[in-house]
């Protein structure tokens, strides 16, 4: 079945710096991703959609300009958290739906912990 | 809103035990429903799904059964496997692609 990467697939960084995470689709491509959040023991919740070639959609809440996602290519998604704090430290998953969106393949995710 | 509620975990049982784990949901309309599982230091993936009333999805020796009446989608499985430990999510698809997930419920299957 169709691939999706992540990288790194843990982090660690200090309070104030920025941090970029890449998501790939290994074997298909994909002009829309979308960027999960999960806190310990909690569920994942959607913090924007990837749009190759335009701007993400942000969830209510959701800084855009804390957390910049660029759709760089048809399968190259990032997400940067820039001037992390300890309270963005999380564990962020990216998806990317197949062709007829009816199938979404989820990377490994990656675990960002801010010192 | 729409949401999702899964049962609490962890949840720890012998090999070949039966398993349930319960879903209920809130959402306008009729919308499919999945079951994702995650397993360690891995992707989320696909479990099974079913896309209208009293469908049931399957896969895996999981089944799933979209109950309208009582808006539930409980997974079962009569006799898991030490390698059926994972993570289990509940998901409500929504327009765009969105998915809508429940907590997760971690399984533990002891030999």
């Known amino acids: 079945g169709a691939v999706v990467s992540q990288h790194p697939s843990w982090v660690i960084c200090k309070s104030g710096t920025s941090v970029k995470i890449e998501c790939r689709s290994l074997d298909f491509q994909a002009t829309t991703m979308f960027w999960y959040r999960q806190f310990p023991k909690q569920s994942l919740m959607l913090m924007a959609t990837s749009n190759e070639g335009s701007k993400a959609t942000y969830e209510q809440g959701v800084e855009k300009d804390k957390f910049l996602i660029n759709h760089a290519s048809l399968t190259l998604s990032t997400l940067t958290v820039t001037s992390a704090h300890p309270e963005d430290s999380s564990f962020y998953i990216c998806?990317?739906?197949?062709?007829?969106?009816?199938?979404?393949?989820f990377g490994p995710g990656t675990r960002l912990l801010v010192l | 809103g729409d949401s999702v509620t899964q049962m609490e975990g962890p949840v720890t049982l012998s090999e070949e035990a039966f398993l349930t784990i319960n879903c209920t949901y809130t959402?306008?309309?009729?919308?499919?429903l999945f079951w994702y599982v995650q397993y360690p230091g891995e992707g989320l993936q696909l479990l099974l799904k079913a896309t209208k009333a009293d469908d049931k999805g399957s896969n895996k020796g999981f089944e799933a059964t979209y109950r309208k009446e009582t808006t539930s989608f409980h997974l079962e499985k009569g006799s898991v496997q030490v390698s059926d430990s994972a993570v289990y999510f509940c998901?409500?698809?929504?327009?765009?692609?969105?998915?809508?997930f429940g907590q997760g419920t971690e399984l533990s299957v002891k030999p």
């Open positions: 998901a409500l698809p929504r327009l765009g692609g969105k998915l809508i």
């Open positions: 998806s990317a739906p197949d062709r007829a969106w009816e199938t979404q393949y």
């Open positions: 959402a306008t309309g009729y919308p499919s």
